[in-house]
């Protein structure tokens, strides 16, 4: 019989300050207790991105996908303090994303972290808006309405994998469509769209929760009223994800919409690409073409205004969500915690029998990241 290793971590409370001592036992949390009175550092439960389309020069949209890939990704994704994300599949062709989902399946059957790691995948698309503009990069010679036998395909191909899908829902389809994914425990999410209020609202009415990165995937130029933001941000039943890299939302635009749908259902997504973490420079890429990277984190198409991707990792958009929305630093973390937690099962919480995903780490105002010193998943430690 082997006895069950008891680790302890310490670090601040964000919401209070107090220092904690956090008792794991095994893959839990055992106790929470007073810690020591000179800590520095800070603890959280492990960051959770719902939005994550590569990273590190890995890319899950570049029709090569391995499961070494996938493997490389989820490390390199604890390493940034993010114990818990969904692979983001954006428009391709049927063969084509079936076949990333048997590559992720596969990957999460060959290593339990990596399983633990991908509790979902995210499928962004292929039922957008065929329209420039609020399509963005996904190609429009792929973009098709929703249609329930190639989902059921999809989920056929991956396990039942699919806990997420996006799309616009102008498509006459879309009312059925999200009532049957509702039905089948998928979340539905609003995005890329031209939809009128009413297919936004008949959306709703069918089951859609969520709207994927409010305010981007969306017409440069829209009516004042009404229009597919106002409409999204009235309705309390959607949760909306936003993007707080400084560069896909202003400041002033972040903090109306925080306050628009409140704390409680906001939720900060990175929306990564293959490029985020790399070295500033003009790359060349499969979606978009000739990219420039800045120092900054700005992704665009090289000698044009447009971006092209986000650059940032979840950590950083929770250091820089703290000045552009005027919150604290633990309302940022909850926005990236126990917010997306709830659409992965309900983590994301530094509690009693929860599961020992934790990060420590250090910050004081101002800071444009949090600079992470460990993290434990399921009670084992990667520092």
Known sequence: MTSTTV????????????????????????AI?????????WLSAGLIDLQVNGF?????????????????LVGMLRGKGVTTFLPTLITASEASLIGALQVIAQARRSDPLVAH???????????????????????????????????????????????MVTLSPHYAE????????????????????????????????????????????????LPRHPNPLWTQLADDRLTASLIADGHHLPADTFRAMLRAKGLART???????????????????????????????????????????A?????????????????TLAEALQLATANPGRFVGRRGELAVGAAA??????????????????VMVLGQSHD
């Open 7 to 30: 680790k302890r971590l310490t670090g601040r409370d964000p919401a209070t300050g107090r220092s904690l001592a956090v008792v794991v036992e095994g893959e839990r949390i055992r």
């Open 33 to 41: 207790t007073e810690g020591p009175a000179q800590e520095t550092a």
């Open 56 to 72: 590190g020069g890995l890319d899950l949209n570049d029709g090569a996908l391995s499961i070494d890939t996938v493997r490389q």
């Open 117 to 163: 790691a991908i509790a979902a995948v995210h499928i962004e698309g292929p039922h957008v808006s065929p329209e420039d503009g609020p399509r963005g990069a996904h190609p429009r010679d792929q973009v098709r309405p929703p249609d329930l036998a190639e989902f059921d395909r999809w989920q056929a191909a991956c396990g039942g994998l699919i806990g």
């Open 174 to 221: 879309a009312p059925a469509y999200i009532r049957a994914l509702a039905a089948r425990g998928v979340h539905v999410a609003i995005g890329h769209t031209h939809a009128s209020a009413a297919d936004i609202t008949a959306a709703v009415d069918a089951g859609a929760r969520f709207s994927t990165h409010l305010g981007n995937g969306i017409s440069a130029t």
């Open 267 to 309: 939720v900060l997504v990175s929306d990564t690409a293959a490029l985020a973490g790399m070295p500033p420079g003009r790359y060349d890429q499969p979606i978009g073409g000739a990219v420039e990277l800045t120092a900054d984190g700005r992704l665009g198409v090289a000698g044009t205004p447009f971006l092209a991707g």
């Open 311 to 327: 650059a940032r990792c979840l950590a950083q958009d929770v250091a820089l969500a703290i000045d552009m929305g005027g919150i």
């Open 357 to 374: 995903d934790i990060v420590r780490f250090h910050w004081s105002p101002g800071d444009r990241d949090l600079s992470i010193d460990s």
